[in-house]
């Protein structure tokens, strides 16, 4: 059975920009093979699965093909199931105030009305 280093595979599947990326993401503990902590040299097969947290974003794929040069994106697409759920929907920000654009500076009944607001409103 062929297998291949961790680093290089997430390299060349197109999942690390770089392969300097994905050893970087190895080394910092953010990829587990087989729900196990992994190096940049652990070797990868087939049905392995691997989760990895690259560029604030964390992945997780099933090998089903083991690759050591970097292909193309559809290319690199077929050799990993992609498990990762979707995101969480994004909530709009509510727009509490709204000025009218050129009306000017807000007078000082408008101020305490736009600092009473902002006193509503939840912290970021």
């Not at 080394?27 to 604030?56: E, F, I, L």
Request: glycine share 6%; charged share 30%; with cysteine.
């Amino acid at each position: 059975m062929e297998s291949t280093r961790l680093d290089r595979w997430l390299w060349s599947v197109r999942l690390a920009k770089t392969r300097s990326d994905a050893a970087a993401a190895c080394r910092g503990g953010h990829v587990r093979v087989n729900d196990r902590p992994a190096k940049p040299a652990t070797p990868v097969q087939a049905g392995d699965s691997v989760r990895a947290r690259v560029y604030d974003q964390t992945r997780i794929v099933q090998i089903t093909k083991v690759i050591q040069k970097r292909v193309g994106a559809p290319e690199a697409q077929a050799c990993y199931l992609d498990h990762t759920p979707p995101p969480p929907p994004k909530e709009g920000r509510p727009v509490f105030a709204v000025r009218e654009r050129g009306s000017g500076r807000p007078t000082k009944r408008e101020r305490r009305a736009l600092d009473q607001l902002g006193a509503l409103r939840p912290p970021r």
